[in-house]
């Protein structure tokens, strides 16, 4: 059973780098055809995508909203079976819990298993 | 981007209740849309995948349909463990975007 786990630190001050990582057990995260992406959700209010990475043969790809105005880069890290999130110059409008999430082809490209979501408040 | 306009934002209903949930797409999608059901503080769980396809382990009562621009959810008989909010997802292009969301309440 595939299963996500997000974390990192739960506060963190203004103007300073959101860090987050998914450890991804059950499956690895180099199997072909799998896009994995983080979504937040501000307290309150709806899901905003944040951007996948994805593995075409031996490169890893990403993709980011560009709502986010390029504060957001993903990484992959394939000997922990993890990836990352890091969003720099944070604001309050940035407090929210986060997911991270996989989606592919074989299931309908849409996300199918999601983390349990980690709450990042930016507070000073 | 695509825009995802879900409407109703909320609506109460009562047990036994047939609900429809609508989202609407700026620019045609295909069936590349999905459904998710999401309870407080916990995360979002997917119910329908190409617009119409139930996942698996769903109950039947939850049924998709359209394509292009416009999409339905829904919910044939509203059950107890129904009243939650539902997102609509558009993965035709690049950036996904959500609805806005309805709230099921009682």
């Known amino acids: 059973q595939l299963q996500l786990q997000e974390s990192g630190p739960g506060l963190v001050k203004p103007s300073e780098t959101l860090s987050l990582t998914c450890t991804v057990s059950?499956?690895?995260?180099?199997?072909?055809?799998?896009?994995w992406g983080w979504i937040r959700q501000p307290p309150g209010k709806g899901l905003e995508w944040i951007g996948d990475n994805y593995n075409s043969g031996s490169s890893w790809y990403s993709q980011y909203n560009p709502s986010l105005r390029s504060r957001a880069t993903t990484s992959v890290d394939t000997s922990k079976n993890q990836f990352s999130l890091k969003l720099s110059s944070v604001t309050a409008a940035d407090t929210a819990v986060y997911y991270c999430?996989?989606?592919?082809?074989?299931?309908?490209?849409?996300?199918?298993?999601w983390g349990q979501g980690i709450l990042v408040t930016v507070s000073s | 981007d695509i825009q995802m306009t879900q409407s109703p934002s909320s609506l109460s209903a009562f047990v036994g209740d047939r609900v429809t949930i609508t989202c609407r797409a700026s620019?045609?999608?295909?069936?590349?849309l999905g459904w998710y059901q999401q309870k407080p503080g916990k995360a979002p769980k997917r119910l329908i995948y190409t617009a119409s396809t139930l996942q698996s382990g769903v109950p039947s009562r939850f049924s998709g349909s359209g394509s292009g621009t416009e999409f339905t959810l829904t919910i044939s008989s509203l059950q107890p463990e129904d009243f939650a909010a539902y997102y609509c997802l558009q993965y035709n292009s690049f950036p996904l975007t959500f609805g806005g969301g309805t709230k099921v309440e009682i």
């Open positions: 059950g499956d690895s995260i180099t199997s072909a055809s799998w896009y």
């Open positions: 620019q045609g999608i295909g069936k590349n």
């Open positions: 999430a996989r989606r592919g082809s074989s299931t309908g490209w849409s996300f199918d298993y």
